[in-house]
């Protein structure tokens, strides 16, 4: 019996396994696949405080040792059910094992959606990006290229434009979702925008170099530094889907669902902004609240 189990190892997660562990709970952490999550998927990061400059995986292992030298247990193992309408919340794992615990903090996530094209994978943190601010920096008075028509995907252009010497907004369809004005501003810009095409194609050595596009008017080559890709996000949380809107959860200050002692962290929460410092400051309020509530101080 756990007083804490937390399905997820991302920043989310491993932040909540620490502030419950150093708190005195009995913690157990299930990742699916790596400590960190899609943090290990950049390669740089330049705004988490504290540090100037640090590879994603490298914050990931820090985060992870820290948590597990406070005494949080931490397993690999893929959770395929919750159940957590009762006092007592038990997860049951692929392999058939179950683990129960007082408290259950769903830290899961959301993956950013693919664009689908070969060696998109080869290229992530080598010229393709799913997020802008996060990776923006590093195309400093280059050319860069954005994938999408929606708020974000013109929000990352206009953000982009402060940075890059040239910024392309490609988009598959004949207008852009994004507000009317949001749209205006990419012309006052001079943000070149490509409709009724999508990117077939990439190219390049050690890093991207090149993308290839697809319009009614055929094919063309398109040299680029960097290419970032804002279609959406999917988040994983088909573990509490009744928890959720629009697949997102829905919380209260403290991260807590409106079952209590269910705490949702991280991406996969309805926020404003998602970021690795986001993330940590939210598995940090639930870790916390739940030492406070155990020692009845809360």
């Known amino acids: ?36 999550g899609q943090m290990n998927l950049t390669d740089e990061i ?19 040792n820290q948590a597990m030298g406070f005494g949080a247990e931490c397993i690999f193992g893929e959770v395929v059910k919750a159940d957590y ?18 408290a259950l ?28 601010t996060c990776d923006g920096r590093f195309y400093k008075k280059k050319t860069v290229a954005i994938v999408g028509g929606g708020d974000t995907a013109v929000a990352d252009a206009v953000y982009l434009n402060r940075i890059a010497s040239k910024v392309i ?32 194609k990439l190219s390049g ?14 094919e063309a080559e398109i040299k680029v530094d960097g290419l970032f890709v804002a279609v959406g996000r999917n988040p994983e949380s088909h573990l509490f889907a009744d928890l959720t809107k629009n697949g997102y959860a829905q919380t209260d200050e403290k991260c807590e669902s409106k079952i209590k002692n269910v705490f949702i962290i ?6 404003t902004l998602r970021q690795v410092v986001t993330a940590a400051g939210d598995g ?3 870790g916390e609240t739940l030492v406070r509530r155990k020692a009845g101080i809360e």
Do not use: W
């Open 1 to 36: 019996m756990y007083d804490l189990i937390i399905v997820g190892g991302g920043p989310s997660g491993l932040s909540c396994a620490l502030y419950g562990a150093r708190g005195g709970l009995k913690v157990l952490l299930i990742e699916k696949m790596a400590f960190g």
């Open 46 to 64: 330049q705004n988490y405080p504290g540090f100037s400059n640090v590879h994603g995986y490298e914050l990931s292992d820090y985060m992870a």
């Open 85 to 102: 309408t009762e006092e007592i919340k038990s997860v049951i794992l692929s392999d058939g094992k179950t683990y129960q615990g007082k």
């Open 105 to 132: 903090v769903f830290a899961t996530g959301a993956k950013e959606r693919s664009l689908g094209v070969e060696d998109e994978e080869k290229y992530v943190g080598r010229g393709v990006s799913y997020c802008a």
């Open 169 to 200: 907004l490609i988009h598959r369809r004949d207008t852009l979702r994004s507000t009317v004005s949001s749209v205006e501003k990419l012309r006052e810009m001079g943000i070149e925008v490509i409709l009724k095409s999508q990117v077939i």
């Open 205 to 218: 050595d050690d890093l991207l170099r090149s993308i290839v596009i697809k319009g009614e008017e055929g």
């Open 266 to 271: 991280g991406d996969v929460r309805e926020k």
């Open 284 to 286: 940090a309020i639930a």
